[in-house]
Nanobody, 125 residues
Framework: QLQLVESGGGLVQPGGSMRLSCAAS????????IAWFRQAPGKEREGVSC????????DYVDSVKGRFTISRDNAKNTVYLQMDSLKPEDTAVYYC??????????????????WGKGTLVTVSS
């Protein structure tokens, strides 16, 4: 059973940066594609970014392209989301999720097997 724990959230001013971490335990992340999702108050959850199990493929929703960077360190069993040039509309609870995969070059935003409990990111002056 894979457990995921997000960390790194908090309050940041517009234009600032923040790095979220998704630490896994109970199993290695080696065979899992990982995605970050977010849910703002009163809005549906949306996929923000995903990374393949090999790290060779990454995807971003249009609203964060050029500002967010996803990465993974399989040796540390951790996935990161570096968020720069943050905007108030980035305010949300951010979740990481994992999907066990065979193809190591694809990532996904659906049918996730495991979810973390989320970390709150607030962008405000």
């Amino acid at each position: 059973q894979l457990q995921l724990v997000e960390s790194g959230g908090g309050l940041v001013q517009p234009g600032g940066s923040m790095r979220l971490s998704c630490a896994a335990s109970g199993s290695t992340l080696y065979h899992y594609a990982i995605a970050w999702f977010r849910q703002a108050p009163g809005k549906e959850r949306e996929g923000v970014s995903c990374i393949s199990s090999s790290g060779s493929s990454k995807d971003y929703v249009d609203s964060v392209k050029g500002r967010f960077t996803i990465s993974r360190d399989n040796a540390k069993n951790t996935v990161y989301l570096q968020m720069d040039s943050l905007k108030p509309e980035d305010t949300a609870v951010y979740y990481c999720a994992a999907l066990r995969v065979v193809a190591d070059y694809l990532c996904y935003y659906y049918d996730m097997d495991y979810w973390g409990k989320g970390t709150l990111v607030t962008v405000s002056s």
